[in-house]
């Protein structure tokens, strides 16, 4: 089966640097999606590791170990428009190579 | 460029009933899923199509079913709803069915089945 485990929530105050950790067990793997999700919107695309090591983009960085099945979501400089859940997903071994394992979501508050 | 587009984005929908969403990927790509969002979790794989074939099918009844058209835009269709389908159902897109390629969601349709 597939799992993927996430905290589901945390909060954070605003300027400082949050860690959010996610640990999967999949029968396959071919890389790990971040997205962030504000209430009643769609799934938006933050990064993409499919090799070990750490992906910075911006404020955001995302790290993957895959012999630990191990994953965070880095967030600097944290904004109030930071608040929103932050989902991690597994994408399974081709042909199914959409089929994306998502955890249930961290729940993210940022606060003055 | 639009990114993907899902409508209808709203509809009530009767239990028992028949409901078809619809959905437009990038321009360019021609792979297509489709996602379940139940409140509070996340989303759950239904379907993957690409160049109009089924590739990947998620644990959902048969009351669930899709296609892909030539122009790679999908439909997807759910028969005789009931109260649990009430969800946020996604489409994603990608350039293709293969691995490295990033995959973006569209906005997608609340259905809540009453």
């Known amino acids: 089966g597939q799992n993927i485990d996430q905290p589901t929530e945390m909060t954070a105050t605003e300027g400082a640097i949050v860690q959010i950790n996610c640990t999967y067990q999949t029968s396959g793997f071919n890389g790990l999606f971040w997205y962030q999700q504000h209430a009643g919107e769609a799934p938006t695309f933050l990064s993409y590791?499919?090799?070990?090591g750490l992906e910075e983009k911006g404020r955001f960085s995302s790290f993957l170990s895959r012999s630990k099945g191990y994953s965070y979501l880095l967030l600097k400089e944290l904004q109030m428009k930071d608040s929103a859940s932050y989902l991690c997903?597994?994408?399974?071994?081709?042909?199914?190579?959409?089929?994306?394992?998502f955890g249930t979501g961290t729940r993210l508050t940022v606060i003055p | 460029d639009a990114g993907v587009t899902q409508s209808p984005t709203h509809l009530i929908k009767t239990r028992g009933q028949h409901v078809t969403l619809r959905c437009s990927p990038i321009s360019g790509h021609k792979s297509v899923s489709w996602y379940q969002q139940v409140l509070g979790q996340g989303p759950q794989f239904i379907f993957q199509y690409y160049e109009k074939e089924e590739r990947g099918r998620g644990n959902f009844p048969d009351r669930f079913s899709a296609r892909q058209f030539p122009n790679y835009s999908s439909e997807l269709n759910v028969n005789a709803l009931l109260l649990g389908d009430s969800a946020l159902y996604l489409c994603?897109?990608?350039?293709?069915?293969?691995?490295?390629?990033?995959?973006?969601f569209g906005e997608g349709s609340w259905l809540t089945v009453v």
């Open positions: 997903a597994v994408r399974d071994n081709p042909p199914g190579a959409n089929n994306l394992f």
């Open positions: 590791n499919v090799l070990d």
């Open positions: 994603a897109s990608s350039l293709d069915g293969s691995s490295g390629n990033t995959i973006y």
